[in-house]
């Protein structure tokens, strides 16, 4: 490829290089050759609009709008077979679950409307605060892990 431009910096004229490399794509032939079952993309527009693929709700005799906001009556037939386990029974509450539940309502109330109990917010406020912060730090030490078998080594790692 030769240099058409020189320009004070070096570079090239960027239009005569792209200009050159069009020139020399079509003297290879590209670009001037048709084939009989392509037409040109202008001629396809005129002629024919595209034909895009068909999917199956297409196809069907069930329109979209029908399959796709129709109540769905006709599938609860198919989910009829299927009927849940009754879910487990909610587990007792312990002595422990109970009174960090007061810790915490107590300190929701203090928190939020102390005058109920007959106290100012000044002295309300820490309260509270004392008490939501007892009633969330007994729930994090009730959160251990208490479920490993007996004689297992916690130092050990996972086990399976």
């Given at each position: 490829?030769?240099?058409?431009g020189?320009?004070?910096?070096?570079?090239?004229?960027?239009?005569?290089?792209f200009?050159?490399?069009?020139?020399e794509?079509?003297?290879?032939?590209?670009?001037?050759?048709?084939t009989?079952?392509?037409?040109?993309?202008?001629?396809?527009e005129?002629?024919?609009?595209?034909?895009?693929?068909?999917?199956?709700?297409?196809?069907s005799?069930?329109?979209?709008?029908?399959?796709?906001?129709?109540d769905?009556?006709?599938?609860?037939?198919?989910?009829e077979?299927?009927?849940?386990?009754e879910?487990?029974?909610?587990?007792?509450?312990?002595?422990?679950?109970v009174?960090?539940?007061l810790?915490?309502?107590?300190?929701l109330?203090l928190?939020?409307?102390?005058?109920v109990?007959?106290?100012?917010?000044?002295?309300?406020?820490?309260?509270?605060i004392?008490?939501?912060?007892?009633g969330?730090?007994?729930?994090?030490?009730?959160?251990?892990?208490?479920?490993?078998?007996?004689g297992?080594?916690?130092?050990?790692?996972?086990q399976v």
């Amino acid at each position: 490829m030769s240099k058409t431009g020189n320009s004070p910096d070096g570079q090239d004229d960027v239009d005569a290089i792209f200009d050159e490399l069009v020139a020399e794509l079509r003297a290879e032939g590209f670009g001037t050759q048709e084939t009989a079952e392509s037409p040109r993309p202008r001629e396809r527009e005129q002629d024919e609009p595209a034909a895009r693929p068909s999917s199956e709700w297409r196809t069907s005799a069930v329109g979209w709008d029908e399959a796709m906001l129709s109540d769905q009556a006709d599938d609860d037939d198919a989910d009829e077979h299927f009927v849940p386990p009754e879910p487990p029974p909610l587990p007792r509450p312990t002595r422990a679950m109970v009174i960090i539940a007061l810790f915490f309502a107590i300190g929701l109330v203090l928190l939020i409307a102390p005058g109920v109990i007959g106290m100012g917010p000044v002295l309300a406020t820490p309260l509270g605060i004392l008490a939501l912060a007892v009633g969330l730090g007994l729930a994090l030490l009730r959160a251990r892990d208490d479920n490993r078998p007996p004689g297992s080594d916690p130092s050990t790692g996972a086990q399976v």
